[in-house]
């Protein structure tokens, strides 16, 4: 039997496989990659989702990571977003 954050996340999954993202997943978790730039790490639960972001700084990063954010928001109830330690700025 799937879990509910199982089965969110591979709704979120082809969301964002469909919007141009590559996204590797293993259950709920899942690695998101844009134009060959890991983006940001992605944890998917019941009742939220957890978005860990990399570079944020770099102009690539950030256009997909607003990009993100607005998919993100279609099926995330609640979205938690946090900078990657060491990645706060170049």
């Not at 590797?24 to 957890?50: F, G």
């Not at 099926?75 to 977003?81: A, G, H, I």
Request: with cysteine; glycine share 4%.
């Amino acid at each position: 039997m799937t879990s509910r954050a199982v089965e969110k996340a591979s709704k979120v999954q082809a969301l964002l496989q469909s919007s141009g993202f590559y996204v590797s997943r293993h259950a709920s978790s899942m690695l998101v990659m844009h134009s060959d730039r890991i983006v940001a790490t992605l944890h998917v639960y019941d009742e939220e989702c957890r978005l860990h972001v990399y570079r944020p700084w770099m102009s690539e990063n950030r256009e997909a990571l607003e990009q993100l954010r607005t998919l993100l928001a279609r099926l995330c109830t609640s979205l938690v977003e946090k900078t990657m330690p060491g990645d706060a700025g170049a």
